[in-house]
């Protein structure tokens, strides 16, 4: 088993870089909202989590280290949204 915190560590460090490929993937995409796009960027992480395989630890994918992870997890009471809308209402003069 492997020490939970060295491998959230690895495991931020790999979606980091994943990131970058799922963006460039997005731009080619239409959503019409928030929640649109965020039910594609859900669906297109897990399923390049399936298919990366572990740096360190071969045979075995992000998903499953995940999966395997979980139960030394703290709970998440809700979902994270972090997104927060500012309206600018600007003068003209």
Not at 1 to 8: F, Q, S, T, V, Y
Not at 56 to 77: C, R, S, V
């Given at each position: ?6 491998k959230r560590?690895?495991l ?8 970058r ?5 997005a731009?080619?995409?239409?959503f019409?909202?928030f ?12 399923t390049?989590?399936?298919e ?11 998903a499953e ?22 309206s ?6």
């Amino acid at each position: 088993m492997w020490h939970p915190a060295g491998k959230r560590v690895l495991l931020r460090r790999m979606c980091f870089d994943s990131r970058r490929r799922v963006w460039i993937e997005a731009k080619t995409q239409c959503f019409n909202s928030f929640a649109e796009l965020n039910v594609w960027l859900d669906e297109r992480c897990r399923t390049l989590w399936s298919e990366i395989e572990h740096p360190n630890y071969a045979g075995i994918t992000l998903a499953e280290a995940l999966e395997q992870e979980q139960i030394a997890l703290m709970p998440m009471p809700t979902p994270f949204d972090g997104y927060i809308e500012i309206s600018n209402h600007s003068k003209v003069i």
